[in-house]
């Protein structure tokens, strides 16, 4: 009921972002998890074939956030949205129309820009909507985007019980209603030019210091939250030596961060600095990776459902511990982003954060991926664990040091109600 009033207190066009979060992510993870599948059973592509339809996919994103913000700004965040959501249409329906190397290379650039347009159009467009209450706004949003990673998922798999094609029409058709929606229902907000060519723009932001160090101290936020769809379901599914185990794990974060996101952010708002919470949240998504290390190398296989559950808890105990940091940390995060610079560039902010996370997380994945691989060849199970750990304590250690110098930025004092 507290949700609900607190969705109700915000003004229309927001509460429409929450709902289209939710489409985007039901829309983006009953398809996607489901794509290398297709293409490599389905369609008889071999697995390099793959490996470049869905880099192609994460590079047309990652690389364009940039793109995206800027294109915010100078445009409006209102067409920008509602063109991704249009490409995003475009691109699902080609997955489900084509079989070609080609369709399905033209439906990976087209539906990795989209995300590149949207994701940091509806962050500047939320951010500049809620004005004082930004952090309550993207805690929202938040709760929001897990729920549709987790019904995504479910829908997707029933789906898959008819055919592949049938999840892409489906995705296609709810990035359509979303499109419409938006042209119909989101308002337009004045766009105020920010007086520099956009090469200019892009110095500005890059060139502050205070950001792009920000930027690179959050390095191990975006590493430890793609562990949830790595480390910990493989760690599951080797503790218990059950494949329902990973999921399980999902399942118990996912819910965790339903149930805890809104109450953790209100009792937080208020006391201590934002980056003293991020610090937190950080220090958090590090301990969580030491339950599991706890059961790394007990390689032989549970006997009985009493031992599986009990080799399970550490591992879920862990997940819990993950979304614990998360929900602590992020909506701070999302909030700080446009006060290191002026309101005229807040997409681009937000373009480029992105960015340096898409890079963070393909770096820190390939280096946990090596990790898991030599502890292996080495009889080292604990190395990935200890990597991710360390990770996290860098990245708190780093927030906190830029807390102590005061370069993150001050949140304005509130404005006192008319007499």
């Known amino acids: 009921m507290k949700t609900w009033h607190e969705i109700r207190a915000f003004p229309p066009a927001i509460r429409l972002l929450l709902v289209n979060q939710l489409g985007v992510n039901t829309g983006f993870y009953l398809l996607i998890p489901y794509l290398a599948l297709h293409m490599g059973e389905n369609l008889g592509m071999s697995a390099a074939v793959?490996?470049?339809?869905?880099?192609v996919r994460n590079l047309s994103q990652q690389g364009l956030f940039l793109i995206g913000g800027t294109a915010s700004d100078r445009l409006g965040a209102r067409g920008v949205i509602i063109t991704g959501c249009a490409?995003?249409?475009?691109?699902?329906?080609?997955?489900?129309?084509?079989?070609?190397?080609?369709?399905?290379?033209?439906?990976?650039?087209?539906?990795?820009?989209?995300?590149?347009?949207?994701n940091p159009a509806v962050r500047a467009y939320?951010?500049?909507?809620?004005?004082?209450?930004?952090?309550?706004?993207?805690?929202?949003?938040?709760?929001?985007?897990?729920?549709?990673?987790?019904?995504?998922?479910?829908?997707?798999?029933?789906l898959l019980l008819v055919d592949f094609r049938a999840s892409a029409l489906t995705?296609?058709?709810?990035?359509?209603?979303?499109?419409?929606?938006?042209?119909?229902?989101?308002?337009?907000?004045?766009?105020?030019p920010?007086?520099?060519?956009?090469?200019?723009?892009?110095?500005e932001v890059i060139g502050n210091r205070g950001f792009v160090a920000f930027a690179l101290a959050m390095v191990g936020m975006f590493t430890l939250e793609n562990q949830l769809y790595l480390l910990l379901p493989d760690g599951a599914r080797r503790a218990t030596g059950w494949e329902g185990a990973a999921g399980l794990v999902f399942l118990v974060g996912t819910l965790t961060h339903l149930g805890l996101q809104l109450p953790i952010t209100r009792a937080l708002k208020g006391r201590?600095?934002?980056?003293?919470?991020?610090?937190?949240?950080?220090?958090?998504?590090?301990l969580s990776f030491v339950p599991p290390m706890t059961l790394a190398g007990q390689g032989t296989p549970p006997v009985g459902l009493v031992e599986t559950a009990w080799r399970a808890l550490p591992v879920l105990a862990g997940a819990v511990l993950l979304q614990l940091g998360l929900m602590t940390a992020q909506p701070f995060v999302l909030e700080l982003i446009p006060g290191f610079g002026r309101?005229?560039?807040?997409?681009?902010?937000?373009?480029?954060?992105?960015?340096?996370?898409g890079v963070a997380a393909a770096i820190g994945n390939t280096a946990i991926g090596w990790a898991m691989d030599t502890g292996d060849r080495t009889a080292s199970p604990w190395l990935p664990w200890a990597c991710c750990l360390a990770f996290?304590?860098?990245?708190?250690?780093?927030?906190?040091?830029?807390?102590?110098?005061?370069?993150?930025?001050?949140?304005?004092?509130?404005v006192p109600a008319a007499a």
């Open 392 to 414: 996290g304590v860098a990245s708190a250690a780093g927030v906190a040091w830029l807390n102590r110098r005061r370069v993150l930025p001050a949140l304005p004092a509130p």
């Open 50 to 55: 793959v490996g470049i339809v869905l880099g």
């Open 272 to 286: 201590g600095t934002r980056g003293r919470w991020i610090s937190v949240g950080l220090a958090l998504m590090a």
């Open 87 to 118: 490409l995003r249409t475009v691109g699902f329906g080609l997955f489900a129309l084509g079989d070609g190397l080609p369709v399905l290379l033209a439906a990976s650039v087209l539906s990795g820009l989209a995300g590149a347009l949207f």
């Open 343 to 357: 309101p005229e560039l807040t997409g681009t902010y937000f373009g480029l954060f992105y960015v340096v996370s």
């Open 126 to 158: 939320l951010a500049l909507e809620a004005g004082e209450r930004k952090v309550e706004a993207f805690a929202l949003f938040n709760l929001f985007a897990t729920t549709g990673a987790l019904i995504g998922p479910l829908l997707g798999s029933a």
């Open 194 to 203: 920010t007086g520099n060519s956009v090469m200019t723009d892009w110095r």
């Open 171 to 192: 995705a296609a058709g709810i990035f359509a209603v979303l499109t419409i929606a938006q042209a119909l229902t989101l308002p337009t907000r004045h766009v105020t």
